[in-house]
């Protein structure tokens, strides 16, 4: 896979990963069945980004405690709080469920102790996230730009009759 492809695959990745945790964040907004099947496709989706930057944790991991920039040393760890609060608000979501695990069957006892802890885990993820993409504006920025903004102003760009007439190439 070129370098290109995999920045477009990231980039599109992670944009349905932002929208699908913001709209799994208003559940008032979506309903309690889209919030708790948009979680799980959520979840599916997280691995996926895991494995595409699998290269990054292996090597960033044991690096951790020895001289490593300071910069990835934040990013690894805003993104290993993330991750256990996704995993967190994964799990005491399926423990409160009342949409997708009935549908499958499984009917879970209601506990305030997994409501809050749902609630603030969520929260936490949403926290990090924010940090995260902080941390990573720049990259996001940039490869918004060439990926997507890019071509949509190449297509309204005026180009010479001559150029015009050989399909846009000179």
């Known amino acids: 896979m ?8 990231n980039l599109f990745l992670d944009i349905a990963l932002f929208l699908a945790f913001v709209l799994a964040m208003v559940p008032h ?8 099947w948009l979680s799980l496709a959520f979840a599916a989706t997280i691995v996926v980004h895991l ?4 290269e990054w944790i ?6 951790f405690f020895a001289r490593l920039f300071h910069e990835s040393r934040l990013n690894f ?8 609060a996704l995993i967190m608000a994964m799990v005491s979501g399926f423990l409160i469920s009342k949409a997708a695990l009935p549908a499958i069957g499984i009917q879970p006892a209601f506990s305030i102790v997994w409501r809050q802890a749902h609630r603030i885990s969520a929260e ?7 940090i995260h993409c902080g941390m990573h504006i720049k990259w996001i920025a940039q490869n918004a730009k060439r990926t997507l903004i890019g071509p949509v102003v190449r297509l309204f760009r005026k180009q010479p009759v001559a150029e015009r007439a050989a399909g846009g190439k000179k």
């Open 58 to 63: 292996v090597g960033v991991t044991p690096k």
């Open 51 to 54: 494995l595409l930057h699998w």
């Open 2 to 9: 070129s370098t290109i492809n995999t920045t477009k695959t």
């Open 29 to 36: 907004a979506t309903g309690i069945p889209v919030h708790e």
């Open 124 to 130: 936490v993820a949403l926290i990090t996230l924010g």
């Open 77 to 84: 760890v805003i993104d290993v709080v993330f991750f256990l």
